[in-house]
């Protein structure tokens, strides 16, 4: 009598749990198919031109005790030239001896040729409303927005670019932390996310490609334009990494090896994000 | 002063399409800073837009509206050329007014 009962029991939790299983599915893509709706909306009056607008015009300006303006900068394609100048970074600059990113460019810039002290040139890399804004955000939004539509094309000839993808390669894939976390743990398998927030796999050139063309974008929720080296700093913060300090090595590893696994794929930045 | 706006104005048809954002911070007056005060309500208030003198749109905003506002809209008429103003005025009495041609 006992057994007989039993059955249909687990029949109907069965029943259950499928429904449960399908119910679940269809909220999730839903709720991506939104999002994607959600930015395409936002697309055709992303406030990262006003920071493009405002890059430009310090740009051009004198900065510094030397009062030198970035035109003199070398962002590898010659003093002042921007024009795609993006899509060839990070890459090794003979008169700095280092494997560059732009911010960390930008940085060197205000140092060796406009004379602010490294405290003072790295004083707002994350700007955070009218009351702390930061230049190197708009600088950047400026640069990359004349590499749009130019095609990803970072060189790993030179051998100090090789080591930095190697070592950024190493890092990706590293566990460490209080929560042995890895890039690679939410970046390489598809189909991750956080909440709702679709995660791209990294480890796949589309998914590669598709995040780092991506990249200064405005984010929505923040109300702030959001560079490369913030999106890596804030990965770091979310594994409980110990800090990423602005413009070190490890941060220019990363970017270096991310950079060049998006080759091929034009640049699309700065985007709009949720 | 504030930041200058971003303005695009173009010939569709037989009317002109606008499409402006704003360089403005919008603070509801709700949020608390890391201290626990509160954050002063900061918004732009009124947005008037004329076309060759002429107003086409008036719109009072409150606090709802998002942080560098986007805005975008159609009037009838508007030839190549033609002026398109656009002001605002926030609850600080802050005011910006910016023009352009349309394309």
Same mark, same amino acid.
């Given at each position: 009598m006992e057994r007989r009962n039993r059955r249909p029991f687990a029949a109907v939790i069965a029943v259950a749990a499928f429904g449960v299983a399908i119910g679940g599915a269809f909220a999730q893509t839903s709720a991506v198919d939104e999002i994607a709706k959600y930015r395409a909306a936002l697309q055709d009056g992303n406030p990262a031109e006003l920071w493009e607008a405002r890059g430009e015009e310090l740009w051009t300006k004198p900065h510094g005790p030397r009062q030198?303006?970035?035109?003199?900068?070398?962002?590898?394609?010659?003093? $002042?030239?921007?024009? $795609?100048?993006y899509a060839q970074l990070p890459r090794y600059f003979p008169d700095a001896n280092r494997v560059m990113d732009l911010e960390t460019r930008l940085v060197w810039c205000m140092v060796n040729q406009q004379g602010l002290s490294q405290a003072d040139a790295t004083k707002n890399t994350f700007g955070n409303g009218s009351q702390q804004r930061s230049d190197i955000e708009a600088l950047a939004a400026y640069v990359t927005s004349q590499s749009r539509g130019t095609t990803m094309n970072v060189s790993l000839d030179d051998p100090h670019m090789r080591d930095m993808y190697a070592l950024g390669e190493k890092m990706f894939f590293y566990r460490g932390g209080t929560h042995d976390f890895?890039?690679?743990?939410?970046?390489?398998?598809? $189909?991750?996310?956080?909440r709702l927030q679709d995660l791209p796999n990294l480890t796949k050139t589309e998914g590669a490609q598709k995040a780092y063309t991506t990249w200064p974008a405005y984010r929505v929720s923040q109300g702030e334009l959001r560079t490369f080296q913030w999106r890596l700093n804030d990965c770091f913060r979310q594994q409980r990494f110990p800090e990423l300090e602005f413009g070190s090595d490890a941060s220019i590893a990363l970017t270096a090896y991310l950079a060049a696994r998006a080759n091929g794929a034009a640049y699309d930045g700065p985007a709009i994000k949720r | 002063m504030a930041d200058p706006m971003k303005i695009r104005a173009n010939v569709i048809g037989d009317s002109t399409e606008v499409k402006v954002l704003m360089n403005h911070?919008?603070?509801?007056?709700q949020r608390k800073d890391a201290q626990g005060t509160t954050i002063p309500a900061w918004f732009i208030q009124n947005v008037k837009v004329t076309h060759n003198d002429k107003v086409v749109l008036a719109a009072q905003w409150g606090p709802a509206v998002a942080k560098n506002p986007f805005l975008s809209f159609k009037f009838k008429g508007g030839a190549k050329g033609d002026k398109v103003k656009i002001t605002w005025v926030d609850n600080h009495n802050d005011t910006r007014t910016d023009e352009v041609a349309i394309a």
């Open positions: 030198v303006a970035f035109t003199r900068c070398d962002l590898g394609l010659g003093p $002042g030239v921007v024009k $795609g100048a890895a890039c690679s743990t939410c970046h390489g398998d598809d $189909g991750k996310r956080i | 911070e919008m603070e509801t007056g």
